[in-house]
């Protein structure tokens, strides 16, 4: 079947997809939800048994990373391939690539290479440590990434040590960056008529993430330790044990700290000069914390929640997977969205969290099995059906 775009935004852009794993995939996947033409591109299935890189396709992680595009097979270290692969550089607008930084060298596909074919191409590429440097070649995994880039150092209870989130953050963050970097190249593409290459890596966008961490440390030298379920400078920020379960309140500023004290009954704490401001309040966060948590324990989630939205203090439930995915408000936003699959049927899947009012985006083609649309790609450019069965059997594609 032709390209179906799912959304009209991107339906205009030609992507070809030569990432692995999942902070490519992410990348992509951002451009495919809008409708770019993306033609992922796959080792011939005698050349690789499974066809991926970490999850198997059959998982519902790789179902719900490989949606609305379709699947090239092609061999890139034989000479036929790579000279296929060209050929769809010349109709592309943008190559996304997650190798090592020495891989498309090797391959020749490095920028350099793809400009001298069309000027105008777009090279996107995401490492675990970027593209020069001393640890360049290093091989890049989130958890890694998570250490090195700080986020660790400041996750978890005081007491407790480093911890990971719970997320493949420094994954998502650096896909979410380089389809950003991506779509800022396209626009600049329209004033200067030229392409260029474009890096990120799981390291930058890790400590990227820092942000008002990372500020502490940068202007003021001031190191973030642990703070658990804390908020590190707002307080109290926390998550308080409920009768049957547990909320998160955030204060921030003398207002709303006002409305939390009225609605726990306690509004003489706005004239306690120990609780005075926000920093009072930092330097006496643990009886603070003790005094709010001898409150809340003495009725259920949904009460204070109640409770607590009528003052306007900031609140919420602390949900499981799936009641995140039961909540009404949840439901109505429709970040759930239907979707079929070869192994799971109809089912659902994360659809994009931002809503363009005259080009939404859908899912609409299913993640594609092994090279599904290799036949038609290549007829697309020209190759007849007697070339195709020659490429077959040498493992071309």
């Known amino acids: 079947m032709p390209h179906q775009p799912a959304s009209s935004a991107l339906s205009h852009i030609r992507v070809l997809d030569l990432t692995r794993v999942r902070s490519g995939p992410t990348a992509v996947r951002q451009l495919a939800d809008w409708g770019a033409d993306v033609i992922k591109i796959e080792q011939p299935e005698s050349l690789e048994a499974d066809g991926t890189l970490g999850a198997g396709r059959d998982t519902a992680d790789w179902q719900n990373l490989q949606r609305n595009r379709r699947s090239l097979t092609l061999n890139l270290k034989s000479k036929k391939g ?3 692969f060209l050929t769809l550089v010349k109709t592309a607008d943008v190559v996304v690539e997650n190798f090592r930084p020495e891989v498309k060298h090797r391959l020749g596909i490095n920028y350099e290479s793809l400009k001298e074919i069309n000027a105008k191409i777009i090279l996107a590429s995401i490492s675990g440590f970027g593209q020069t440097g001393p640890y360049a070649e290093r091989p890049g995994f989130d ?14 209870e005081p007491t407790g040590g480093p911890m990971r989130v719970g997320i493949p953050i420094a994954d998502i963050t650096a896909g979410l960056f380089c389809a950003l970097g991506v779509l800022t190249a396209l626009v600049e593409r329209e004033k200067s008529g030229e392409g260029q290459w474009l890096h990120t890596s799981l390291l930058q966008s890790q400590a990227f ?10 202007m003021t030298q001031d190191v973030a330790p642990q703070v658990g379920n804390e908020h590190p400078t707002s307080v109290p920020t926390n998550r308080y044990l409920t009768q049957d379960g547990a909320v998160n309140i955030a204060v921030a500023g003398n207002e709303t700290w006002r409305r939390l004290c009225d609605a726990l009954n306690k509004p003489e704490w706005t004239k306690n000069n120990a609780y005075a401001t926000n920093a009072d309040r930092v330097k006496r ?6 005094e709010i948590g001898d409150i809340i324990c003495k009725k259920t989630s949904d009460e204070w929640v109640e409770i607590l939205t009528k003052a306007g203090v900031p609140c919420g439930p602390i949900y499981k997977i799936d009641e995140v995915f039961a909540d009404p408000q949840v439901q109505h936003l429709g970040i759930a969205q ?5 192994p799971f049927g109809d089912t659902h899947a994360l659809g994009q969290p ?33 070339e195709l069965k020659t490429l077959k059997d040498s493992s071309v594609i």
Do not use: C, Y
Not at 285 to 290: F, P
Not at 338 to 342: A, E, G, I, M, Q
């Open 82 to 84: 790579k000279d296929i």
């Open 209 to 218: 993430m820092l942000d008002f961490q990372a500020a502490r440390w940068l």
């Open 338 to 342: 239907p979707l079929t699959t070869v």
């Open 143 to 156: 958890q890694i990434a998570q250490g090195m880039g700080g986020l660790m150092s400041i996750t978890g």
């Open 354 to 386: 931002v809503n363009l009012e005259r080009t939404p985006s859908h899912l609409a083609v299913s993640p594609p099995t092994r090279g599904q649309h290799t036949l038609e790609i290549l007829l697309e450019i020209g190759i007849d059906k007697e």
């Open 285 to 290: 966060r643990d009886r603070l914390n003790a």
